[in-house]
């Protein structure tokens, strides 16, 4: 089985950098994603981690240590768009197992 | 590329009749599909995986005789909602896998919402 753990909610100002983390453990876990999703919407894909390191994209950037079973997401120069959920999902074999998300609020 | 939709947007409908949603890979083939249920505040919730030419896998406490599921193609699926009560009033997503930079990647359809009376 998989067990993914994120923060709920997290506060942060437009400007600033803000970091998610996330720990999971599972069973055949074959990479890490990350998906940002506003209120009423689906899921859009941000990033994809399947070795250990960092991600850039942007002002998004992913980070994956298999070892410690841990990844974040950093956001950089926030802008209030971002205010949205983070979802962390782990993949198995062609299937993903969503953490609960954490809920962003960028303030002005 | 991969862009996924899913039709209808959102649907209102009474106590026992059924409801049909479909997911459609536009510029791509997929050969799975997901199909995922999410109430309001609470985590995306794997209802089945959906291959196509084969029959549906169903999550466990997901009934397959109330959720109908076909994928008859590479670029469609559906979900039929079959005698819809309250209780299943939700949002629905649909996911299909895309094969991208040696991993497969789930783009999301935009979702239906829902709404038994």
């Known amino acids: 089985g998989q067990n993914i753990d994120q923060p709920t909610e997290m506060t942060a100002t437009e400007g600033a950098i803000v970091q998610i983390n996330c720990t999971y453990q599972?069973?055949?876990?074959?990479?890490l994603f990350w998906y940002q999703q506003h209120a009423g919407e689906a899921p859009t894909f941000l990033s994809y981690n399947v070795l250990d390191g960092l991600e850039e994209k942007g002002r998004f950037s992913s980070f994956l240590s298999r070892s410690k079973g841990y990844s974040y997401l950093l956001l950089k120069e926030l802008q209030m768009k971002d205010s949205a959920s983070y979802l962390c999902?782990?993949?198995?074999?062609?299937?993903?197992?969503f953490g609960k998300g954490t809920m962003l609020l960028v303030s002005p | 590329g991969a862009v996924v939709s899913q039709h209808p947007s959102w649907v209102i409908c009474k106590s026992g009749t059924s409801v049909k949603i479909e997911c459609r890979s536009l510029d791509f083939q997929a050969t799975t599909m997901f199909w995922y249920r999410q109430f309001p505040k609470q985590s995306l919730m794997l209802m089945a995986t959906?291959?196509?030419?084969?029959?549906?896998?169903?999550e466990q406490g997901v009934e397959k005789d109330k959720f109908l599921i076909n994928h008859a193609s590479l670029t469609l699926s559906t979900l039929t909602v079959t005698s819809a009560h309250p209780e299943d009033s939700s949002f629905y997503i649909c996911s299909a896998s895309f094969w991208e930079e040696s991993t497969d990647t789930q783009y999301f359809g935009p979702g239906t919402r829902l709404t038994v009376l």
């Open positions: 599972t069973s055949g876990f074959n990479g």
């Open positions: 959906s291959n196509e030419g084969s029959k549906a896998t169903y």
């Open positions: 999902a782990a993949g198995g074999y062609s299937t993903l197992t």
